[in-house]
């Protein structure tokens, strides 16, 4: 019996532990930009088959809502990541889930070269140039890596990050201790001030 409650509270402090640490992360290296024009960019995953996989699906539905979350007059959602192994690109596939599943008729763009995270937010800067505020959605680990290389890269473009809708309490709450584990060793490489929550 005791082993038992134990494990029960080991894992209900596991559930909020991963959830503590997703909230953070969602909160980190953003702003309050203000403005009428937005860039909502949507991080691929790799994606062999021929449609959006899972976790693609989920990233586009995050940031399609945080398209609407602010209520933006001149928002444009840039789907960002490349083809594996000679199919259709990443960015393709989640437009496509964007514009035939969820009926979005907003505008579109597609970066279709990038292979890495690096490359991801390089090649979709010239498509920032002229927009108030930036918003990045994918998991929070991952969005948060985007924004420090967005800061390391042009940390002038940096100033517009805001935050996106890719964090909800209890969404993926079973599996938010495992992303929050493979996050930490993703980040690993971020500075201590890249990690920063902004108040």
């Known amino acids: ?3 038992r409650t134990g494990l029960a509270v080991a894992g209900v402090a596991a559930l909020v532990w991963g ?3 997703n909230s953070r992360w969602s909160r980190a290296l953003v702003g309050h930009s203000g403005g009428a024009s937005e860039a909502v960019v949507v991080l691929g995953y790799r994606n062999p088959q021929t449609t ?3 976790i693609n699906r989920w990233r586009v539905r995050a940031g399609i809502r945080s398209v609407v979350a602010d209520g933006a007059h001149e928002t444009r959602v840039i789907f960002s990541g490349g ?3 000679g199919g259709a690109s990443e960015a393709h ?6 514009k035939t599943v969820l009926g979005f008729d907003g505008t579109v763009l597609l970066e279709e070269q990038s292979a890495t995270t690096w490359e991801n937010i390089a ?3 010239p498509l920032l140039e002229d ?3 930036i918003k990045i959605a994918s998991q929070p680990a991952h969005a948060l890596k985007a924004r420090a290389y967005l800061r390391r890269q042009r940390p002038d473009l940096a100033e517009r990050l805001v935050r996106a809708d890719d964090y909800r309490p209890g969404e993926w709450t079973v599996v938010k201790p495992l992303l929050a584990l493979y996050g930490l060793w993703t980040l690993r490489g971020l500075k201590a001030d890249e990690r920063k929550v902004s108040s």
Do not use: K, S
């Open 1 to 3: 019996m005791r082993r």
């Open 93 to 98: 596939l989640m437009a496509d889930y964007a």
């Open 131 to 133: 927009v108030d505020r």
């Open 83 to 85: 083809a594996i192994g």
């Open 123 to 125: 090649n979709v800067i």
């Open 52 to 54: 959006a996989n899972l």
């Open 19 to 21: 959830e503590w640490v």
